[in-house]
């Protein structure tokens, strides 16, 4: 089994995140419990990576134009307190480190003031065919800080 990349450890702080990402929990991503499901967490982390390279102009279709996706390796969510249907969710996002190949973006969810989720995404930059290519200079940059 390969070696696992997560060595992020998200802060509890929202002035840690650069940028954060508002968005309303639906009641279809709530269980039977009235509580958001733990899978719809990696779609809320994918809307705000998604909404942040927008607003550093770096959009994911541009990326993709250039031959380039952004995939995912590997996630971790650590669920503090439950989400509920028609919370204002705010993902605060922050770069962490990159290798030649991979990058880990920081993650922590919120409404109003209490933490609900911290969580952690490795990415890999590819081809369309799914094969490994070298990042780009702004990620590279970025993930320097």
Known sequence: MPAVRLDLDPSLHVGDYPYSHTLRVRFAETDAMGI??????????????????????????????????????????R???????????????????????????????????????TAVTVHGCVNGAGRPVRMPAWLVALAAG
């Open 36 to 77: 958001v499901h733990h899978s719809r967490y990696l779609p809320y982390l994918e809307e705000a990576r998604v909404e942040y390279l927008r607003a550093i102009d770096h959009p994911y279709d541009a990326l993709r134009a250039e031959g380039v996706d952004i995939a995912v390796l590997e996630a971790y969510v």
């Open 79 to 117: 669920y503090r307190q439950p989400l509920r249907f028609d919370d204002q969710v705010t993902v605060h996002l922050h770069m962490g480190a990159a290798t030649r190949t991979t990058f880990q973006m920081a993650y922590l969810l919120t409404v109003g003031e209490q933490v609900r989720a």
